[in-house]
C-alpha cells in the first residue's frame, strides 16, 4: 500500500498515518518529524530548516525531495508507505511520481483530509508533541494516559513552535497558495480520495479501513 494524505495543518494527517502505518505494517514517513529530527540533532541541514519551520514557512523543495527519495530507496520501503506531509508543492508532486517511477513502485491513492477552520484551529491548539519519539497526542481527543506525559517514553510533551497563532496563519495561507493545488494534481491523474476529515480519528479509522478494502489494497 502506497499512499500520499493531502490535507491543511490539523487536518489530522499525522494521526491517521500513525494508527494506520502499525495496523497496517506500512512506514508512516512524515518530513515534518524527519526535519524535526534533524533540527534536534542539529545537523547542517537541520540547522538550514529550523528558522523556515518555526516561522510556518516550506522548507526549500530540494532539501525535502532528497530526504524523501532517500527513505524511498531504503529496502524497507517496499513494504508500503504512508507519506504524511509530502508532497506540499507541485514540484515535490512531480518528483515523487518521477522517484516511485524509477523504483517501480507507483502510487494507489492521494486521501485529501478535508477540514473546516474551526476544526483546524481547535486541533492545532490542542495539540501536543512528544520531543524524544515523536509521538503526536491531543489534549481533548487523544490524551495521554499520564497529563503532559508520553506513553511511549515517560517524556514531557510539548507544544510545536509552530502551532503558535502566528505560524498557524502563515501555514494555512502557504497550504492554500501552494498546497492545495496538488489537490488537483491528483484528481486529473485519477488518484485522488477525498473524505471528511473533521471526523474523528476512530470513526474515520473505520472508513479508511473499508475504503482500502474496497479499493483491494487490504485484506484484514
Ligand atoms: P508538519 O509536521 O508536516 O506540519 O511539518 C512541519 C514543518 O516542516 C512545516 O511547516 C514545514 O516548515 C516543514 N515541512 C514538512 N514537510 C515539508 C514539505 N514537504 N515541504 C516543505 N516543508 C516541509
Known amino acids: 500500500m502506497r499512499l500520499v494524505f493531502l490535507g491543511p495543518p ?4 499525522g494521526t491517521h498515518a500513525q494508527v494506520l502505518s502499525k495496523d497496517l505494517g506500512v512506514l508512516h514517513i512524515s518530513t515534518g518529524d524527519m526535519l524535526r529530527d534533524s533540527v534536534k540533532a542539529g545537523t547542517p541541514l ?9 516561522d510556518g514557512k516550506l522548507v526549500p523543495d530540494k532539501v525535502v525531495i532528497g530526504l524523501v527519495a532517500e527513505r524511498l530507496e531504503r529496502p524497507d ?7 504524511d506531509g509530502f508532497p ?5 508532486a512531480k518528483a515523487l511520481d518521477e522517484e516511485l517511477k524509477m523504483l517501480q513502485m507507483p502510487l494507489d491513492m492521494a486521501l485529501d483530509f478535508e477540514t473546516s477552520l474551526p476544526m483546524i484551529i481547535r486541533r492545532l491548539s490542542g495539540r ?8 503526536n497526542y491531543h489534549v481533548h481527543n487523544y490524551p495521554p494516559k499520564k497529563e503532559g506525559m508520553c506513553d511511549v517514553c515517560g517524556s514531557t510533551l ?7 497563532v502566528e505560524a498557524i496563519e502563515n501555514r494555512l495561507k502557504i497550504y492554500k497558495e501552494v498546497t492545495e493545488p496538488l489537490i488537483q494534481y491528483y484528481k486529473t491523474s485519477g488518484r485522488l480520495v477525498q473524505l471528511d476529515g473533521d ?22
Do not use: S, Y
Open 10 to 13: 490539523g487536518a489530522g494527517k
Open 46 to 54: 537541520g540547522l538550514e530548516a529550523k528558522k523556515n519551520m518555526d
Open 77 to 83: 520501503a517496499h513494504m508500503g508507505f504512508i507519506l
Open 88 to 92: 506540499r508543492t507541485p514540484e515535490q
Open 128 to 135: 501536543r508533541l512528544c520531543p524524544k519519539c515523536n509521538k
Open 158 to 164: 510539548v507544544q510545536r513552535p509552530d502551532d503558535r
Open 199 to 220: 471526523i474523528d480519528v476512530a470513526p474515520l479509522n473505520i472508513i479508511l479501513m473499508n475504503l482500502f478494502r474496497e479499493k483491494g489494497l487490504c485484506r484484514k
